[in-house]
């Protein structure tokens, strides 16, 4: 059974970073395409970014955060982080991690992933 376990949410001020990690408890990572969502009270779940598996490697943003997010993996440590900077307020929501076990290349909406963990919350006052 795979498990995600999300950590490094917290409570930050508007224009700060976090780093948020998703532990994977897998035997590699490699073949996972792995995503990022957040979902706020009252709306629905929100794709962030994704990135694909080590042997078709790239990534993909919401245009939102493009340019403010980043997603990368270590193989290592059979973990994803995903760095949020200059947050706004209105991103305040609990962030999960996702893995598809296909391995897509164009995974985005939240039925293309498998697994997912419990989530973690951010929330960012301004």
């Known amino acids: 059974q795979v498990q995600l376990v999300e950590s490094g949410g917290g409570l930050v001020q508007a224009g700060d970073s976090l780093k948020l990690s998703c532990a994977v408890t897998?035997?590699?990572?490699?073949?996972?395409?792995m995503g990022w969502f957040r979902q706020a009270p009252g709306k629905e779940r929100e794709f962030l970014a994704r990135?694909?598996?080590?042997?078709?490697?790239?990534?993909y943003y919401k245009d939102s955060v493009k340019g403010r997010f980043v997603i990368f993996r270590d193989i290592v440590k059979n973990t994803v982080y995903l760095v949020l900077s200059d947050l706004k307020p209105e991103e305040t929501a609990v962030y999960y991690c996702?893995?598809?076990?296909?391995?897509?290349?164009?995974?985005?909406?939240?039925?293309?992933?498998?697994?997912w963990g419990q989530g973690t919350q951010v929330t960012v006052s301004s």
């Open positions: 996702a893995a598809d076990e296909h391995g897509g290349n164009y995974s985005q909406k939240a039925g293309d992933f498998d697994y």
């Open positions: 897998v035997r590699t990572l490699n073949t996972y395409t």
């Open positions: 990135i694909n598996t080590w042997y078709n490697r790239g990534t």
